[in-house]
């Protein structure tokens, strides 16, 4: 109910629309101070392109230098703050050295039909799940322990139920990302997460106090990402399902 309602009421604001769109890269560090140095450096290029005087030349090239050493500084103090924020968060630090460095981000895959490789793909993760189940259902565990060993009256019995402001704590904390199968997306959920909140608490609580999920909500996209860069492509054991 939660999936279907979020969709028909997108659809109905904001269907799906086919669309070709210019990919630029994230530029965080770009200011006001920044866009006017390269208005006067278009501006003196083309002074200089016209009238092609010495003078003209010499003015655009100082502020193509302005320009030049401005994008410099903001790049500099963006990255330092960046890695400042970030110094415990090795997740964050990884992905933004990867940026510096511009090194690919892309998925690397065994080579081969790309049907037959997610097929292959599903039966080695089903696979090993199946295995590691029946592993559980077979524990091979020391003697008991004899009761006297433990002090204290300590219990499990039921899960604690979650409150909003935790909740709200989470779902704001967490990486904005989304996926084919989110009703709307994350961007959207924490703009308005006062809004969706009442909501999202009222379903994991009640999931928690009747031990049950939802079938949509234990649905994921399963993607296979390689565990060292080194490792061979082709051995499917090589990879992890994230």
């Avoid at 090993?128 to 006297?148: C, D, G, V, W």
Wanted: charge should be positive.
């Amino acid at each position: 109910m939660y999936n279907v309602t979020l969709s028909n009421i997108l659809d109905n604001h904001a269907p799906k629309v086919c669309k070709e769109i210019i990919l630029r890269p994230n530029r965080k560090w770009f200011s006001d101070d920044i866009r006017e140095s390269k208005l006067t450096r278009r501006k003196a290029e083309k002074t200089w392109r016209k009238t092609k005087l010495e003078v003209h030349r010499q003015l655009y090239q100082r502020a193509r230098t302005d320009t030049k050493n401005l994008i410099s500084k903001a790049k500099r103090e963006y990255i330092s703050q960046e890695f400042a924020q970030n110094l415990k968060n090795p997740g964050q630090l990884y992905k933004l050295t990867n940026n510096i460095l511009k090194r690919p981000n892309g998925s690397i895959l065994p080579e081969g039909n790309p049907d037959d490789v997610c097929e292959q793909f599903q039966t080695f993760f089903s696979d090993k799940i199946t295995k590691i189940r029946s592993e559980l259902s077979n524990p091979s565990f020391p003697e008991p322990i004899e009761e006297s060993e433990f002090n204290g009256d300590l219990s499990f019995l039921t899960f604690s139920d979650v409150s909003q402001t935790k909740l709200k704590e989470i779902i704001m904390a967490s990486s904005p990302k989304s996926c084919e199968l989110d009703p709307i997306p994350s961007w959207l959920l924490k703009r308005r997460i006062n809004k969706f909140l009442p909501i999202i608490h009222h379903l994991i609580n009640i999931s928690l106090q009747q031990g049950y999920v939802p079938t949509p909500l234990k649905v994921a996209f399963v993607r296979p990402l390689l565990k060292k860069s080194n490792l061979d492509v082709n051995l499917l054991k090589n990879y992890r399902p994230i």
